[in-house]
């Protein structure tokens, strides 16, 4: 039995050194990028051996599906913020980005950010407010939310210590997930905020909202009057079709599109409209930007342009010197990603990756990239531009402003190291 195989890539197929292929390739080959050769075990008459699977009933339907105990290695990885028994709850978990693939992230694996941990509530018990400068204060229980028409929105939320790790002097050994994995990409069902809003009628004289969560902790984040009347926040009930999951803010949660993790606050209880900012613990002693001269800069809400590559990447390494596809994922809370770079010497020269589908604004979007191997030591990196023109900077660009033991907002070009034996590691570049 004979298997189809890719056209082989010419010297002039070369996008950039270090075996990177440009996208003409990719498009008169007929088939996708993958290996040269099709194993099959097959038997004398040249028909595939029947399995032991194949011969007996399989197992009946679940009320609930779960994925293969084939795939129980992919799950998130968990980093504690406090010693056992001290700030109970309070803690991160890590999308594994590097295990999977398109760009929705499954429910069961959206990264968790928690203060001080997960509430039970109970949907019947709980209830939202919207009061503060309004011509009339509303309260609503989730069954007079579900009654009112609901829009759809695919958009990514992102922690803003996502890729603390590598704010760190030395470069952690860790998977693409525990580094930037404090992303989730998902379709939000719910109700437009400003519908809310203006039902309650804002005072002209109101700038400001502060929205605060039902957890111990009372999450709570200043946000401007003007993104929630542009339209796209929304009081979400529903993640990628079901109805949001405990840790994902049940029974519901603000969904700002674009900006900082922390202000799609989960658990949702209340809204305030005022004509000031409220300073709350979550905005002043979080999620600020340490400047230089020791000043923090404060209500930096826009996540910035950013990507990362998750295959080759630490633990998912490539077998040897070959033909392999580079894949990775790239999104911007100002907008549309236009355009994503790799190199693989180093940032000396570049190539244009090829863009899956058509990319939505504040989504996360998978590029994909042709690589011949040769087996030598080399550096891989992406670099995202998106539809305002924000390129994402070098790391060294990235620190320019900022104190050395800056947190958040991290966004600069991640490097892997490619080692002669396949091994991919995390380095500065």
Not at 21 to 28: G, Q
Not at 101 to 111: D, E, K, Q
Not at 239 to 259: A, F, K, S, T
Not at 321 to 348: F, Q
């Amino acid at each position: 039995m004979t298997s189809s195989r890719l056209l082989p890539p010419s010297p002039e197929d070369h996008a950039a050194s270090g075996g990177l292929i440009n996208r003409r390739w990719l498009l008169r080959s007929s088939l996708a990028v993958g290996s040269l050769g099709l194993s099959t075990n097959l038997t004398r008459a040249g028909q595939l051996e029947v399995p032991e699977w194949s011969s007996k009933p399989g197992l009946g339907m679940s009320a609930y599906g779960q994925p293969s105990p084939f795939e129980d290695g992919v799950v998130r990885s968990r980093f504690d913020l406090f010693p056992e028994g001290i700030g109970d709850g309070s803690g991160v978990s890590f999308t594994p980005l590097e295990k999977l693939a398109g760009t929705i992230t499954p429910n069961g694996l959206f990264f968790e950010r928690h203060h001080s941990g997960i509430p039970e509530i109970d949907p019947d018990a709980h209830k939202f407010v919207i009061h503060g400068m309004v011509e009339r204060s509303l309260l609503f229980d989730v069954e007079s939310l579900l009654k009112y028409q609901m829009v759809s929105r695919t958009c990514f939320i992102e922690c803003a210590g996502n890729s603390f790790f590598n704010s760190l002097g030395e470069p952690q050994q860790r998977t693409a997930g525990e580094i930037h994995g404090l992303i989730g990409n998902a379709e939000w069902t719910g109700i437009p905020l400003r519908v809310l809003l203006e039902e309650a009628g804002i005072d002209p004289r109101a700038k400001w909202l502060v929205a605060e969560g039902a957890d111990a902790a009372k999450m709570s984040r200043s946000i401007p009057v003007e993104k929630a009347l542009e339209g796209d926040a929304m009081i979400a009930l529903y993640q990628n079709g079901e109805r949001l999951r405990p840790e994902q803010g049940y029974p519901m949660r603000l969904v700002v599109p674009g900006w900082q993790g922390s202000m799609n606050v989960k658990w949702l209880r209340r809204i305030k409209v005022s004509d000031t900012p409220f300073h709350t613990k979550d905005e002043t002693s979080k999620y600020t930007l340490l400047q230089k001269d020791g000043k923090s800069r404060q209500f930096t809400y826009q996540m910035g342009v950013k990507s990362v590559i998750t295959f080759p990447s630490p633990g998912m390494t490539p077998a040897g010197p070959g033909l392999y596809n580079i894949s990775g994922l790239a999104w911007s809370g100002g907008g549309r990603i236009k355009r994503v770079e790799v190199s693989a010497d180093g940032g000396r020269s570049w190539s244009d990756a090829v863009i899956d589908a058509q990319p939505l604004p504040q989504a996360v979007t998978r590029f994909q990239q042709p690589w011949q191997w040769d087996g030598g030591p080399l550096t891989l990196m992406s670099r995202a531009t998106d539809e305002t023109g924000a390129v994402q900077p070098t790391r060294e660009a990235w620190y320019e402003p900022y104190a050395a033991d800056q947190l958040f907002h991290q966004n600069s070009i991640q490097s892997w190291s490619v080692l002669q034996d396949g091994e991919v590691r995390n380095v500065y570049a």
